[in-house]
């Protein structure tokens, strides 16, 4: 029997109540789907045992057969549902290569009712048992001696039942009765009918490759507009999903296609099947006078077959809008989208984003604009389009992104801002859009951008887009596990994409799975889909399994393609974290170098700086402050605001920290990551190690994301005396080798641990770690400050051995 038919089930301050199937936390009711409450229950019912995944597998989705990664999303969700109380413990533990283990302490209260309910059931069951005696007597009576018609059967007198009239009335109840039934049947199958037409669907969702439209309407600017506006309606659907123009023309090029010429069937087709499309959407545009015609047919990626077609004419440019609604509504149905989904996903062009032509034909010019990288250019557009109709939401949304890209994060938010206070009267997709980087960039609670991105999926789950921003939150949260989840789904529906594959890897390796990142890498060079970002994964896993092999593979393929800045700049961090400075910094500058041919200079120069801190950090200032100072410091950058400690400028780093903080105070990095470690910092500069520890101690939660904190942790540890809970924090970061195969944490989270060993007179222990770190920095520059300092202080704990 389940625990919760005894009674309410609390723990940690939870309540669970099965018989209005809730969760509650104190007075605030927390959401769960069906399939994430019942694994609650099985959880919680087991709780004095590891629940194998097998055993859940077969509990939640019984004759099902279903993927694990089914079960690990319901898991996170649950436990993400079990996170608001104070102590932050996990209520459930992950068993590793076993399963889960439902931990925390239950109560379990008995219901308050359980009297009352029990005797109204007996009292029932002795209604229904007298009901039967008096049935019995009075086919037995002889049918004479009618009095008036009883209002109520007595019990005690039953001699004075008149039969007849009974039996009479009871006919006509149960005739009147039946009749109702009869009727009330009718209606719900009506109803249910009604429900199952709405719902109704043509088949699985389909993806689309929008081919340019054929034929003019006389201006081009004019036709491109409409071309984006059928993709913006078709956006809205959840049903239909449109292969972004970015992939179309990433796709064309592999083609050796340009992006602007004209798109025949045959290269429709095939950029189709390099997309994973089914359906290619070919449109062609006529004019007579003032009259248009618009015409959209689908047809089959793999042997042309005419799917749907739809057409629309119109008397005048302005009704153009509105005639594609129209018709991309027709093609939605065509192609198999209930007729519920249209209607709750289908907002006109002029409700969801703008009624003036002009300000949607600046806005389609932007997004080309964007998208050729010609950021200025697309802002310009942009403000034009604002001009145009200050209310138009798609547009500051638009601009706000293209602010980002450009580095000028102040804009971005004001652009953001507006765009979210305009959130109600754009297009559902569009409005979880502006939320989440509203959420992300504006008030930087990345929890709330995951509850926002989850909520998108939810609406549109064929939308790689939506999966792709969630597995970016989880990657800033440390949520490693739940970040490969969400990588692969990204990854399933945009299969040709470098960068999701890139993403899933990376993923894949720092959740420890270096075999499943290696043969993810691998599936993507045998499909075709190759460049710097697989080849610098390569290159990351290598040095994460010490395989030499696969290290020199991965270098010879650079040789040959000297113009990748990311593999160029991997080699660079790896020379940092190794001590070898002279090389790092010119693989620094060979990489921004490229970047900033390629036009990414604002990355180029964010890097630079960045690269600068790790250099300060591991020793060398001067190259370290050259680098650091080449660009003036970015104060919304937290990275870049600890370079400014790590300098010895706590003053302004203590300030630009607390005016950060009064501008968003539920900024996650700021409050649990960033913000602690300037402070610990800045206490370990003031020799204050206990205040820098108690500092430190908010970034606990984030740990997932690096090793980072736990070195700076230990080191904090280690300055206030406490040797032991330093080794503990030392050992967390040499614990997680794939987490961050070529960051600074690995050396030095092994010098930390020799320095606490040596501390706590562990000397052969302390020595071997010591050895540890030597090797890792066998290449490193003579001069290097830590070498020098390593290998002193392991000839003196040998000498220390020795005299004993």
């Known amino acids: 029997m389940s625990l919760l038919n005894k009674g309410l089930v609390c723990f940690e301050g939870y309540e669970v109540d099965r018989s209005c199937w809730q969760l509650r936390w104190q007075d605030e009711q927390i959401p769960l789907n069906r399939k994430t409450f019942d694994l609650l229950l099985y959880l919680i019912d087991h709780r004095a045992q590891v629940v194998t995944k097998d055993e859940l597998l077969t509990a939640l989705w019984p004759d099902q057969i279903v993927e694990e990664s089914n079960l690990s999303q319901h898991v996170f969700l649950l436990r993400k549902a079990l996170s608001r109380h104070e102590s932050r413990r996990k209520m459930i533990e992950t068993i590793a290569g076993r399963g889960y283990r439902f931990v925390a302490s239950v109560e379990i209260a008995p219901p308050e009712e359980t009297q009352s309910l029990v ?111 059928l993709r913006m309606d078709l956006t809205q659907s959840p049903f239909v999903s449109v292969v972004p123009s970015t992939t179309v023309t990433t796709t064309l090029r592999q083609m050796k296609r340009a992006a602007d010429d004209p798109m025949d069937a045959a290269t429709a087709r095939e950029l189709c099947e390099r997309t994973n499309s089914q359906v290619v959407l070919n449109g ?20 042309g077959t005419t799917l749907a077609a739809a057409r629309r004419e119109v008397n005048k440019p302005e009704d153009l809008p509105g005639a594609i609604d129209k018709l991309t509504e027709t093609l939605r149905q065509k192609l198999g989208e209930s007729r519920r989904s249209i209607a709750r996903f289908s907002i006109p062009i002029a409700d969801a984003d703008t009624a003036s032509l002009e300000a949607l034909k600046a806005y389609s010019q932007a997004k080309r604009m964007s998208e050729q990288g010609k950021r200025e250019e697309s802002v310009g557009l942009l403000n034009q389009a604002i001009g145009y109709d200050p209310n138009f939401g798609s547009a500051y949304y638009d601009l706000a992104m293209n602010y980002s890209s450009m580095g000028d994060n102040a804009g971005a ?29 504006v008030t930087g609670d990345l929890y709330a951008a995951e509850r926002n991105y989850r909520t998108w999926i939810a609406l549109y789950p064929r939308t790689a887009s939506a999966w792709n921003n969630l597995f970016i939150i989880q990657r ?49 060079i045998a499909q075709g889909v190759d460049g710097d970002l697989i080849h610098m994964t390569l290159f990351l896993i290598a040095v994460a399994q010490s395989d030499d092999a696969l290290l020199q593979a991965q270098r010879d393929w650079h040789t040959k393609h000297p113009d990748s800045p990311y593999f160029t700049l991997g080699e660079g961090e790896l020379a940092t974290a190794e001590g070898r400075f002279t090389e790092a910094r010119r693989f620094i500058d060979q990489g921004t170098e490229i970047l900033r041919h390629q036009g990414f200079t604002e990355a180029a120069t964010s890097l630079t700086k960045a690269y600068g801190v790790n250099f300060i950090e591991a020793g060398d200032s001067s190259d370290g402050l050259a680098l650091f100072q080449s660009a003036p410091i970015d104060p919304e950058t937290g990275s870049e605001v600890l370079g400014l400690v790590e300098m010895g400028n706590q003053g302004e780093a203590l300030k630009i920290l607390n005016d950060e903080l009064s501008k968003r105070p539920k900024d996650t990095l700021w409050r649990s990551w960033f913000g602690p470690a300037i402070r610990g910092e800045i206490a370990l500069a003031a020799n204050k190690p206990l205040e820098a520890v108690s500092a430190f101690e908010p ?6 994301r690096s090793n980072e904190m736990a070195v700076r942790r230990g080191r904090a540890y280690l300055a206030s005396g406490q040797p032991l809970l330093a080794e503990a924090e030392f050992r967390k970061a040499i614990a997680k080798p ?51 300092q390593a290998k002193q202080e392991l000839a003196a704990l040998h000498g220390a051995s020795a005299s004993r």
Request: glycine share 6%.
């Open 119 to 229: 005797f109204q059931e007996r009292r029932s069951i002795t209604r229904l048992t007298l009901e039967e005696q008096i049935d019995d007597q009075i086919d037995d009576q002889i049918d004479d001696q009618i009095e008036a018609e009883p209002t109520a059967l007595e019990l005690t007198s039953q001699t004075e039942v008149a039969p007849k009239k009974i039996t009479a009335l009871s006919h006509r109840v149960l005739l009147a009765a039946g009749v109702l039934v009869v009727i009330a049947g009718l209606g719900w199958f009506g109803w249910n009918q009604w429900q199952r037409w709405l719902d109704r669907t043509g088949g699985p969702p389909v993806q689309v490759v929008l081919a340019p439209l054929a034929g003019t309407t006389g201006d081009t600017i004019l036709d491109h507009t409409l071309l984006d506006a």
């Open 738 to 788: 794939f987490l961050e195969p070529v960051a600074l944490s690995k050396p030095f989270g092994w010098l930390g641990l020799a320095r606490a060993l040596a501390a706590e007179g562990k000397s052969t222990q302390a020595a071997d770690a010591y050895e540890h770190f030597l090797t890792l920095w066998s290449r490193a520059d003579t001069q290097a400050v830590f070498l020098n």
């Open 284 to 303: 062609n545009l006529a004019r007579d006078g003032q009259q248009f015609l618009v015409i959209e047919q689908a047809t089959n990626c793999v042997d």
């Open 476 to 524: 800033s949260l440390g949520e490693q596990a739940e970040s490969v989840v969400s990588a692969q789904h990204a990854l399933e529906l945009r299969a040709k994409n470098l960068g999701l594959y890139s993403n899933l890897a990376q993923a894949q390796l720092a959740s420890g799975d270096a075999k499943a990142a290696r043969a993810t890498c691998e599936q993507a």
């Open 699 to 704: 970034t606990r939660t984030l740990d997932g």
């Open 413 to 441: 938010r004001k652009a953001l801002e507006k765009a979210y206070s305009l959130r109600d009267s754009v297009s559902p997709l569009m409005k979880v859009n502006i939320t989440g980087r509203y959420e992300s960039i």
